[in-house]
């Protein structure tokens, strides 16, 4: 290898070749601080290193494509002519012409025409000045610049999707979960991840009209691209996942055929197609607008295009696809073609007038709202439906298609009215549905019949081929007069309440009646409204009611208090076995300095654990449904033996629980919770009975933290909604137990040992405030502090033999179980879009009043340094039932 050692003062200049001789890969190394120029045509085929200083590679100059050029973090290299692949971690400068160029930590700028083949970025990578790429150019990480007229074939975004999902976002249709402003500064509140956060902020701020600082809080999600102020960049396919940025007057223009972009474009510059079939889901922030030129077709999402006029030139088309329910809140003009396709509702946003549109408008599928002006020529499809409040140009309603107006009941203030839509050119109808959705139920009364004006115009064709509703609370039916225009006859038969057989139900029926009176026209509230009677519309309405209610948000007490059972139990077991002489005793019959129970009087303190699960099912009521619950955990502790006798100990324990709501409620929970706590144990000899009986006492107060996450899934007629929540509650509990404990024959091979014991407990169950996000049926949840009191009452045995060499001691607690106090689970919730407080009480799965309980097992002594303990933990109640179990290995090295 050649190596060059030039320096500050003096630099180098190579005019002539470096040729490879053909039998060793001639290299080049460039070591000194100062600048080499390379003027020659090199064949060389190894390594050119640039160590230190500068490589120019002048406008003659020309290094083998076969040469990789490996830069440190101190070397340069100023490709002027041609170079072959380039790994960069320092600084490179392109001029002229180079292959691939992987620029892991340092900074690449391509300028003044030059190329590069491909490129991988992970630091800063720069084009400008007619800078091209003209393969790929992955972006990794790190930042990347396209300023002036720079291009590049294939732009490979590889953002990470997974930032999203920290931030709690859901863009890959367009949508965020809930109103885009609140819900990104609710996300915010709770946002750790630096990048996570940046993205949030950056939202934020743009949602806001605060755009100064958005482009820095980008940076921080470390996969950025950006287009300079006034830069005119092509890229002719733009695909994959991350975040760009759209400075003032700049516009991006992709002119590929495969351009499928999945992430945000923030600032005020605009974007322009050329392509054809480019596809852009998730959410978009530019503000420039969009232009769809002659031959190209655009996919996008509802919220895909920014918030400019979205342009469809002559022979252009733009597909919104929409699955969920969401709205177009851009204007558009132009002559091309606008398709609305998914199955879902597309609203054009009653703010924007898209008078200026002279095209083609075309509902594929699912249904489109127009409550503005809309130009042009509109054709409906079969199994598609248009609706809405404002106006139409020339409608065409196909064969199977609908023409969908709504029946508004006034909020009891007005005379029921009719929203529909007007035409003011030519409506031609063939065969088509007139659909009848009915709002402000409560504004039509009971039992009474109403006629009113369903459409204002007048309709060619065959017309329509079916035009009576029946809903599981307004039947009706529509009629054309001796004018050819239509009328609506249809009378309301049932309230919210009519259906509600449960506390449950009456209590989101009658939370249901206060929203609508107030004029709350949500989506699930519209889907109830219209849900189609069916044989039995009683069970359809209960249904909804049930889906709607969470008492999921109830539940979640009666299983946090379940699961603090175990950690008492654990206690008590400890003690019992610590204070036991039958059950800490070894082979010889003697106490050791070690046994079954771990106690170690050589050792000032003893430490233990062990590891528990359980399933159980808890029975509804109050028209709840069951609760099924399962769990499982570790629980550790250490004590140590005080004078007189006592033992003190404290104990720590970390478990996760999964509970869900049974009967169809499609509703689930995890918690995970973490517990502290102490204890304290004594027994006095008190003779009585027999000359060693001993009167015991155990106590204990813990408390857990659990940290609660909730999933319900809300379907119902054609509505369906996922919610969740995050929400935090504390367990406290005090017990004390004290009991009478005989042993029997404790000489003999099988000893008995008998404890008649009371038990008190005192738990006190705290929940704060919460509310869900998703969809419009989200509740909020107010905070709870609700008492329980358990007395416990029963008796144990054990004893301890031997099986050869094997120690056994087995043992046995049975137990009634009283509960008393606010046994039951009820929750104060309010639907969110409501505005109504918490004005429904929702009844949850309660706790069990009246209890047996059973923990039998036994430990077994294996070797000198092996024991073994296993439990079974048995409940059985009034409206519980659960079976579980504890165990533990102990090793002593």
């Not at 294996?862 to 179990?885: A, E, M, P």
Request: hydrophobic content about 35%.
């Amino acid at each position: 290898m050649l190596s060059l050692n030039s320096n500050q003062e003096q630099n180098g200049v190579i005019n002539s070749a470096i040729v490879d001789n053909g039998k060793n890969a001639v290299g080049l190394m460039k070591k000194g601080t100062g600048t080499v120029t390379i003027n020659g045509k090199n064949s060389y085929t190894g390594v050119t290193a640039i160590q230190f200083g500068g490589l120019t590679i002048s406008k003659t100059g020309d290094i083998s494509k076969s040469s990789k050029t490996e830069i440190t973090s101190l070397g340069s290299l100023y490709v002027e002519g041609k170079a072959g692949d380039i790994i960069n971690n320092g600084n490179v400068s392109v001029t002229g012409q180079t292959g691939y160029i992987s620029n892991s930590g340092g900074k690449t700028q391509i300028s003044s025409n030059g190329q590069v083949s491909s490129m991988v970025n992970n630091g800063h990578a720069v084009l400008t000045d007619n800078a091209k790429v003209t393969g790929t150019l992955v972006q990794q990480s790190g930042q990347l610049d396209l300023n002036d007229n720079a291009s590049i074939d294939t732009l490979q975004a590889t953002g990470d999707q997974h930032l999203d999902h920290i931030a709690g976002l859901d863009r890959n249709d367009g949508l965020f979960s809930q109103t885009r402003k609140d819900f990104v500064a609710d996300q915010l509140k709770n946002a750790t991840d630096p990048a996570a956060k940046g993205l949030l902020q950056a939202i934020s701020n743009t949602l806001s009209g605060n755009t100064d600082n958005v482009l820095d809080e980008l940076k921080k999600t470390n996969n950025l691209f950006t287009i300079g102020s006034n830069a005119n960049v092509t890229i002719n396919n733009l695909q994959g996942y991350g975040t760009a940025y759209l400075n003032d007057g700049s516009t991006m223009t992709l002119a590929g055929n495969n351009t499928n972009y999945g992430d945000a474009m923030f600032g005020s510059g605009r974007v322009k197609f050329t392509g054809q079939n480019a596809t852009l889901v998730g959410t978009n922030f530019y503000s420039g607008g969009t232009e769809i030129i002659s031959g190209a077709n655009v996919t996008s999402g509802a919220h895909s295009l920014g918030s400019g006029t979205v342009a469809i030139d002559d022979n252009g088309s733009l597909s919104i696809h929409e699955d969920n329910i969401s709205s177009f809140d851009n204007s558009f003009t132009g002559t091309g073609t606008f398709n609305k396709t998914g199955q879902g509702i597309l609203t054009l946003n009653a703010s924007v007038d898209d008078s200026g549109f002279k095209g083609q408008t075309n509902v594929q599928s699912g249904l489109l709202t127009v409550n503005n002006k809309l130009g042009g020529n509109t054709n409906v499809m079969t199994n598609a439906a248009i609706s809405g409040t404002g106006t139409v140009n020339n409608l065409t309603l196909n064969k199977g298609s609908t023409l969908g107006v709504t029946l508004d009941g006034g909020n009891g203030k007005n005379a029921p009215t009719i929203q529909a839509l007007h035409v003011t050119g030519k409506a031609a109808v063939n065969d088509a549905t007139l659909g009848v959705s009915v709002q402000h139920l409560t504004g039509l009364a009971l039992n009474k019949n109403y006629t009113t004006q369903a459409l204002d115009f007048k309709t060619t064709g065959s017309g329509f081929n079916k035009t009576s509703f029946d809903t599981i609370f307004v039947k009706g039916k529509a009629v054309q007069d001796q004018n050819g225009l239509w009328n609506l006859d249809y009378r309301r038969y049932a309230a919210y309440n009519s259906w509600a057989k449960t506390a449950n139900e009456y209590a989101v029926a009658n939370a249901l009646t206060h929203a609508d009176n107030k004029g709350l026209s949500s989506p699930f509230m519209t889907a109830l409204n219209n849900m189609a009677a069916g044989n039995d519309a009683g069970a359809q309405a209960r249904g909804a009611y049930n889906a709607l209610s969470g008492e999921l948000n109830a539940d979640a007490k009666t299983a946090m208090v379940n699961d603090s059972f175990f950690i008492q139990e654990a206690v008590i077991n400890r003690l019992d076995c610590a204070g036991d002489q039958l059950r800490a005793r070894t082979l010889d019959g003697k106490q050791q300095s070690h046994g079954y129970c771990n106690i170690d009087p050589n050792n000032p303190v003893t430490v233990w654990g062990t590891i528990y699960g359980q399933k159980g099912h808890n029975s509804g009521s109050n028209g709840s449904a069951s609760l099924g619950q399962s769990s499982i955990g570790w629980i550790m502790g250490a004590d140590t033996q005080l004078e007189g006798n006592w033992r003190l100990g404290g104990m720590l324990s970390y478990g996760r629980d999964w509970f869900d709501a049974k009967a169809g409620r499609s509703s689930s929970a995890h918690s995970n919770t973490a517990t502290v706590g102490a204890y304290l144990g004594n027994a006095w000899r008190v003779g009585g009975l027999i000359p060693d009986a001993a009167l015991t006492f155990k106590g204990g107060v813990s408390y857990s933290w659990n940290m609660i996450d909730t999933h319900r899934q809300v379907n119902f007629s054609d509505y369906s909604g996922n919610l969740s929540s995050r929400n935090r509650s504390g367990t406290g509990q005090i017990f004390a137990e004290t009991g009478y404990r005989m042993a029997f024959n404790e000489g003999a091979t099988i000893p008995l040992e008998v404890e008649p014991f009371a038990r008190m407990t005192y738990v006190n169950y705290g929940q704060d405030s919460y509310r869900e996000h998703g969809e419009d049926a989200a509740l909020r949840i107010k905070g709870q502090n609700s008492s329980i009191g358990f007395s416990t009452m029963g008796i144990k045995l054990a004893s301890s033999f031997s099986l050869g060499k094997v120690m056994v001691s087995p043992h046995l607690e049975t137990a009634y179980r009283r509960a008393f106090g606010r046994t039951n689970a009820h929750i104060r919730e309010g639907f969110i879009n409501a505005n109504n407080g918490y004005d429904v009480t929702v009844w949850g799965t309660g706790l069990s009043v009246d209890t047996a309980q059973i923990n039998t097992g036994f430990g077994m002594r294996l070797t000198d340094k092996f024991d073994v303990n296993v439990d079974y933990i048995g409940q059985y109640g009034s409206s519980q039932s659960s079976t579980g179990g504890s165990g533990s290995i102990h090793y002593r090295f």
